[in-house]
């Protein structure tokens, strides 16, 4: 079972960016697909953007253009970069793995974003 630690999260004034990370106990190379959701108090987990092993990225509308997903395979590491922060950004952000294009989601504990002045 693979297992995923997320950092990076915490209190940014509006406007701000931030990098969260995510780092895997097994070989990223052997995940088929790495993603970041984020989920607000009461609302439905949200996929905000992916990256296949083959480095295929994919982003919800709602934050083209401001996020943006990476990878460091020697690093087992994935990374979110957010920019210029808006209050709706406060969440938590949770990172996912696939190993395989139907397998389950395995997830990490979740970071805080909160995104305040």
């Known amino acids: 079972q693979v297992q995923l630690m997320e950092s990076g999260g915490g209190l940014v004034p509006p406007g701000g960016s931030l990098t969260l990370s995510c780092t895997t106990s097994t070989s990223i190379t052997d995940i088929w697909r790495m993603a970041w959701y984020r989920q607000a108090p009461d609302n439905q987990r949200e996929l905000v953007a992916s990256?296949?092993?083959?480095?295929?990225?994919r982003y919800t509308d709602s934050v083209q253009g401001r996020f943006s997903i990476s990878r460091d395979n020697a690093k087992n590491t994935v990374y979110l970069e957010i920019n210029n922060l808006t209050p709706e950004d406060t969440n938590i952000y949770y990172c996912?793995?696939?190993?395989?294009?139907?397998?389950?989601?395995?997830w990490g504990q979740g970071t805080q974003v909160t995104v305040s002045s």
């Open positions: 990256i296949t092993v083959d480095n295929r990225i």
């Open positions: 996912s793995c696939k190993k395989a294009i139907f397998g389950a989601d395995t």
